[in-house]
């Protein structure tokens, strides 16, 4: 395996500050995060629980009711939604979401390319 340099003494910085004793700890418990982090992108039929995060601008014309109507779509799915202001314009919410990860998946597509949406993040665990 060869890395880039810049990216390995970063790695070597990081794996100090965290009081790793090996480097080789640390690259266990990053292979372990990615998989866990990702497992969901490639197993599509297997059963997922987590949450969706999006951040928005509610002044955009008709997002408050894409949203509300893409949650009625997926009410299967969604099991919980935290709706929080952030200021004056920006909302956040907290969707906790579980179902198929392909579904899931379709799920935070259809509303991190919505118009609006500044920021989507799904994370998931089995
Ligand atoms: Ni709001």
Known sequence: M????ALLEEFDEFVKTRKYFKRSEAIRDALRF???????????DSRFIGALLLMYDHDVPGISDYLTHIQHIYHENIKTAVHIHLDEHKCLEILAV?????RL???ADEIGHRKGVEMSKLVLVK
């Open 98 to 102: 579980e179902g198929n990860g392909g």
């Open 2 to 5: 060869t890395l880039p340099k």
């Open 34 to 44: 990615f998989i866990t982090e990702n497992k969901w992108r490639y197993e599509e």
């Open 105 to 107: 998946r379709n799920l």
